[in-house]
């Protein structure tokens, strides 16, 4: 069976004051493209189809066009569960008749529920679809005393999927911080928000060594969990600044007869890329225009006016500027007592000097004499 594993589109998502919907549409058509491509048997979202929990009217409207295309036209099975993004009521809602067309949302969790069996030549897959819950939610929902960490959390859920058929091959489709022994890592996006504050988020991948393969979202890098069956398909598009640079796409998973699977990562073009930019102003000012997302380090010395409007006349998506910083001494070369005994002109020396570890020259001298004149001008009146 081959199984196309996407997750995390964020669709509806901003980033910076700019709406993404448009480059969201891109990243969706291209996604068909490779579905055309490949012909898999099914496709698998392992959550945060959505940025937030009500998304925008437009961004609903993308999804369901999406869908048609895919449930209607190329009558592919889609099985989809909701993350940390969600709203599990809104996903969920009509899941039960959405069945028979092939469509299968996961957004709400009870013990034994949501297992989709799917056949090819070789017989039955079962596809273990749990949506992102809350430790405290699965506590609830199994009616336990003690409060649990989503590792905790996780064990109680798998328990509940025991034990798994030997005669039939299994998928397990969750939405969590998981690493190869639920050992602290970090976050390499600034798009996904923590599941938890300290280190009660991780879930270890040893926990999935029954399930044939593990479809995972949650983390934006396409990546495996120190075992080939147990991956995350990372995001398809990049939604911040720390991913800049790394290639999005999705998994393509062939799962044999026999239970092995044999994982390939398929990049995805985006609309327009994201990347950063070092240099002077009236250098970059001199880039061919381009629409691509930037983040542009000026490495000018001096005050720049309004470099954020300069900028977009090459760069319009420009997202953020950067200075860099010049450095200074650690101690004042002019003691705070000697200060208040300093000519204007001394002390403007003394400033320039910390702050640009140089003097002034005759120019820039000539400069503050005409505003100091003015500002004692203005003071006299």
């Known amino acids: ?77 889609f099985l989809a569960i909701t993350g940390n993004h969600d709203s599990p009521g809104r996903v969920h809602f009509g899941s039960a008749f959405m069945k028979s067309t092939g469509l299968h949302l996961a957004g709400d969790w009870l013990p034994g529920n949501h297992i989709v069996r799917l056949e090819d030549e070789a017989g039955p897959v079962d596809f273990h679809l749990v949506p992102y819950m809350d430790p405290a939610q699965v506590k609830f929902r199994l009616q336990q005393e003690q409060s649990m960490s989503h590792q ?51 879930v270890s991948a040893q926990l999935f060594h029954d399930f044939n393969y593990t479809a995972l979202g949650h983390l934006h890098r396409a990546h495996h969990c120190g075992t080939d069956h147990v991956r995350f398909a990372g995001s398809p598009m990049t939604y911040a600044i720390s991913e800049a640079g790394t290639d999005k796409g999705v998994l393509l998973v062939d799962l044999a007869a026999d239970g092995k699977v044999d994982v390939s990562f398929h990049a995805l073009e985006p609309r327009r890329k994201m990347r950063r930019i070092e240099g002077n102003l ?12 930037v983040i542009v380090k000026l490495l000018d010395d001096g005050p720049i006016l309004s470099p954020m409007e300069q900028l977009r006349t090459v760069y319009p998506n420009t997202l953020h500027v950067e200075r860099q910083l010049v450095a200074m001494d650690a101690k004042p070369s002019v003691a705070l007592a000697e200060r208040k005994q300093l000519s204007e002109k001394a002390l403007f020396t003394a400033f320039l000097h910390e702050l640009a570890s140089e003097e002034p020259d005759e120019d820039t001298m000539a400069l503050f004499q005409e505003a100091w004149h003015h500002a004692e001008q203005e003071g006299d009146n």
Not at 282 to 293: C, F, K, M, P
């Open 1 to 77: 069976m081959k199984i196309l594993h996407t997750a995390d589109w964020h669709l509806g998502k901003w980033l910076q004051g700019i709406s993404l919907l448009d480059d969201q549409r891109h990243m969706l058509w291209k996604l068909l493209e490779v579905i055309d491509e490949e012909q898999p048997d099914v496709i698998v979202m392992a959550g945060d189809i959505y940025d937030r929990a009500i998304p925008p009217v437009e961004a609903i409207q993308l999804f369901g066009e999406w869908l048609q295309e895919v449930i209607e036209v190329r009558k592919i099975p």
């Open 152 to 202: 905790q959390a996780m064990e109680n859920i798998l328990e509940t999927c025991l034990p798994l058929d030997k005669n039939v091959r299994h998928v397990f489709v969750g939405h969590a911080f998981v690493t190869p022994y639920g050992e602290p890592e970090d976050n390499t996006s600034e798009a996904e928000r923590p599941l938890a504050i300290g280190g009660a988020e991780y």
């Open 282 to 293: 009236q250098e970059v000012l001199q880039h061919e225009v381009s629409e691509d997302y």
